[in-house]
């Protein structure tokens, strides 16, 4: 990469200690890189999709550099209902629309885990599964592919496609 590229980090805290490993994970993959990044932080992982398309319909971070890429990281834990299903499905869903449309290359670190020692574990960045800095390095990849392709960054306009 020419420049090092300026990513946004959405984080949903639904699970603090869970997003803390997945942010610790994901600022030192970036730091790594030096890349340079900001953090916005959402209630749970529903609330990822619509943060990003309001950032990247903006364009700009609050320092006015435009954002290059973006991580999402948050966490569903199975429970007794199907409710975990339709948070997984449309969080996950909406991540990959937003990204699509308004082509931000996006690294997704968004956990849907049956149980909580299963997220622990795939959150801690120590260990092998480390998905927060897994998150950011797919992030920078994406970046690459869309710069070879010659797409460069730029403010995002909303799509022509409804969301």
Known sequence: MPTKPHVLIIEARFYDENADQLLAGA???LDKSGA??????????????????FAFTKGAG????VYNGLV????????????????C????????????????????????CPTWELAQA????????????????????????KQQFS?????HSPSKYTL
């Open 27 to 29: 600022k030192a993959a």
């Open 36 to 53: 340079t990044y900001e953090v916005l932080t959402v209630p749970g992982i529903l609330e990822l999709p619509p943060a990003a398309h």
């Open 62 to 65: 609050t320092d006015g550099r």
């Open 72 to 87: 999402v990281l948050g966490c569903a834990v199975k429970g007794e209902t199907d409710h975990y299903e339709h948070v």
């Open 89 to 112: 499905r449309e969080s996950m869903a909406g991540v990959r629309q937003v990204s699509m449309l308004l082509q931000i290359p996006t690294g997704n670190g968004i956990l849907t």
């Open 122 to 145: 795939r959150a801690n960045p120590k260990g092998a599964d480390d998905v927060g800095g897994r998150a950011a390095r797919a992030c920078l990849r994406m970046i690459e592919v």
């Open 151 to 155: 797409l460069q960054a730029q403010p």
